[in-house]
T-cell receptor, first 111, second 114 residues
Framework: TQLLEQSPQFLSIQEGENLTVYCNSS?????LQWYRQEPGEGPVLLVT?????EVKKLKRLTFQFGDARKDSSLHITAAQPGDTGLYLC???????????FGTGTRLKVLA | DAMVIQNPRYQVTQFGKPVTLSCSQT?????MYWYQQKSSQAPKLLFH???????NEADTPDNFQSRRPNTSFCFLDIRSPGLGDAAMYLC?????????????FGPGTRLTVL
């Protein structure tokens, strides 16, 4: 059973546009991670959000954890071709160490 | 400095020929995971170890086995690889900080089955 749903699955935008990726669940997570993965490589951690309602910024990337700790979002401002990749949210439902991944969002930023 | 190391990065095997993928970590983390990732899909958890306690996913084929001889090392054995087992295999670790558990991934091993 897939507990983390990401949307959209695919996104192709022009350089300079803004975008938001969503990660939703019916389960509560003690924390959620966002990763970016490039072809042939392992996922690279971008951020961990821990507190409900938390907002973290990483340069042009803004991450938000929902108040109920069931959902998260990633917003990219002024996207660049270097942002192209597969974005994955992941986490372990509260009380477990069983990490699961979201369905993934494949982003392509065109120059 | 590499924290989660996977060897080899690329592995080619023949249909039915056993293969072993290895993972080592310098983080001293208690939990180690193996994922299978096929093209354009999210990683799928195969199993994980909490120390020496092995936890298998219900839908992981019997063809896949794992060993963790010590904290630092974990192996994925594929007893009789089929064409459908060609994928990227990712190893990850996580520590025990309950609220800030984060997984750290190795670079992956890409398995080709001929």
């Amino acid at each position: 059973t897939q507990l983390l749903e990401q949307s959209p699955q695919f996104l192709s935008i022009q350089e300079g546009e803004n975008l938001t990726v969503y990660c939703n669940s019916s389960s509560v997570f003690s924390s959620l991670q966002w990763y970016r993965q490039e072809p042939g490589e392992g996922p690279v951690l971008l951020v961990t959000v821990v507190t409900g309602g938390e907002v973290k910024k990483l340069k042009r990337l803004t991450f938000q954890f929902g108040d109920a700790r069931k959902d998260s979002s990633l917003h990219i401002t002024a996207a660049q071709p270097g942002d192209t990749g597969l974005y994955l949210c992941a986490g372990a439902p509260s009380g477990t160490y069983k990490y699961i991944f979201g369905t993934g969002t494949r982003l392509k930023v065109l120059a | 400095d590499a924290m989660v190391i996977q060897n080899p990065r690329y592995q080619v095997t023949q249909f039915g020929k056993p293969v072993t993928l290895s993972c080592s970590q310098t983080l001293n983390h208690n939990v180690m995971y193996w994922y299978q990732q096929k093209s354009s899909q999210a990683p799928k958890l195969l199993f994980h170890y909490y120390d020496k306690d092995f936890n298998n996913e219900a839908d992981t084929p019997d063809n896949f086995q794992s060993r963790r001889p010590n904290t630092s090392f974990c192996f994925l054995d594929i007893r009789s690889p089929g064409l459908g087992d060609a994928a990227m295999y990712l190893c990850a670790t996580s520590g025990l900080a309950a609220l800030t558990d984060t997984q750290y991934f190795g670079p992956g091993t890409r398995l080709t089955v001929l």
